[in-house]
């Protein structure tokens, strides 16, 4: 049974930074590409960051690029996401999810397995 379990959410203040942890479990890890994803009050779930298993290739979305960093320990069965430099807008759940590095982690339909989120709220 796979599971994908988020921590490190919470509350911070504008500019402030958090680092998000996913355990995976149940699944061979290194063979899977790991992606993020948030979805805001009334928004639709969106795409923060992927990394391939190899940790050397990292995805962005625009609105996160050069103030999120997506890094993986194989190990520890763990993705990360360090946020700095919050702002209102990035308050959402977040989500991890695993993916077949084959196919395009950009797209949230493409990901075989979900966590269940944590909240990151940042004041506005």
């Known amino acids: 049974q796979v599971q994908l379990v988020e921590s490190g959410g919470g509350l911070v203040q504008a500019g402030g930074s958090l680092r998000l942890s996913c355990a995976a479990s149940g699944l061979t890890f290194s063979g899977y590409a790991m992606g993020w994803f948030r979805q805001g009050p009334g928004k639709e779930r969106e795409f923060v960051a992927s990394?391939?298993?190899?940790?050397?290739?990292?995805y962005y979305a625009d609105s996160v690029k050069g103030r999120f960093t997506i890094s993986r320990d194989n190990p520890k069965n763990t993705v990360y996401l360090q946020m700095n430099s919050l702002k209102p807008e990035d308050t959402a759940v977040y989500f991890c999810?695993?993916?077949?590095?084959?196919?395009?982690?950009?797209?949230?339909?493409?990901?075989?397995?979900w966590g269940q989120g944590t909240q990151v709220t940042v004041p506005s």
């Open positions: 990394i391939l298993w190899s940790a050397d290739t990292t």
């Open positions: 999810a695993a993916i077949s590095p084959r196919l395009n982690t950009r797209a949230a339909r493409e990901y075989a397995y």
